[in-house]
């Protein structure tokens, strides 16, 4: 079946820091992968996704690539803020399933 | 509107009482997630609809677990004689079609089972 492995947490950084948050997957056929951020006290919000092998998804400085050779999304941000605490989730999607697949989240606190 | 909604936002019940969970997806939204997170987890998939129509509903843990989609639109979880296992957060996602498109979520549901 499908499965996401994530980083475990809590990650805390220094603003200003560069993050990395490893994800791995197992999964039948040709996935679309996603990260997910959730805010406290709030529902997922969409941050970026890719559908293919070699696709970069960014948004808010955050960047991921699907790498199908080494089956990972790893999310990266050049510098973090500390707008940018929250749990991350990373996910996939198989046309197979038609359900996401998450991982267990990570956890991040950026510090001032 | 222009996001999920969900409601009660929290809902507290005692153990043994029956409860309903209500979502109202976006607007022409053809396809509706419900996933249940438990604390420090990941979501994870209970059902989904394509339209009125309950295409899977494998991630449900047991016969007391009821969603329905009458019209196409609002859905409703029910939960029967619910069980402490049963809290958890839960969360509704809606998307335009039924392929990869992103899933849109709503704030989700606290269900505390006392």
């Known amino acids: ?112 | 509107g222009a996001g999920v909604s969900q409601s009660p936002r929290y809902k507290v019940a005692k153990r043994g009482q029956d409860v309903a969970l209500r979502c109202d997806p976006i607007s022409g939204h053809v396809s509706l997630f419900w996933y249940q997170q438990a604390l420090g987890q990941g979501p994870e998939f209970l059902t989904y609809f394509q339209n009125e129509a309950q295409l899977d509903k494998s991630g449900l843990p047991s016969d007391r677990f009821f969603a329905e989609r009458p019209e196409g639109s609002v859905s409703t979880l029910k939960i029967q004689r619910t069980q402490q296992e049963d809290s958890a957060v839960y969360l509704c996602a809606s998307s335009p079609t039924g392929g990869d498109q992103p899933q849109h979520f709503g704030d989700g549901t606290r269900l505390s089972i006392l």
């Open chain 1, 1 to 112: 079946g499908n499965s996401v492995t994530q980083m475990e947490g809590p990650v805390t950084l220094s603003e200003e820091a560069f993050l990395t948050i490893n994800c791995t997957y197992t999964a039948t056929g040709y996935p679309s992968l996603f990260w997910y951020v959730q805010y406290p006290g709030e529902g997922l919000q969409l941050l970026l996704k890719a559908t293919k092998a070699d696709d970069k998804g960014s948004n808010k400085g955050f960047e991921a690539t699907y790498r199908k050779e080494t089956t990972s999304f790893h999310l990266e941000k050049g510098s973090v803020q500390v707008s940018d605490s929250a749990v991350y989730f990373c996910a996939l999607f198989s046309g197979s399933a038609r359900q996401l697949t998450f991982g267990s989240g990570t956890q991040l606190t950026v510090l001032p």
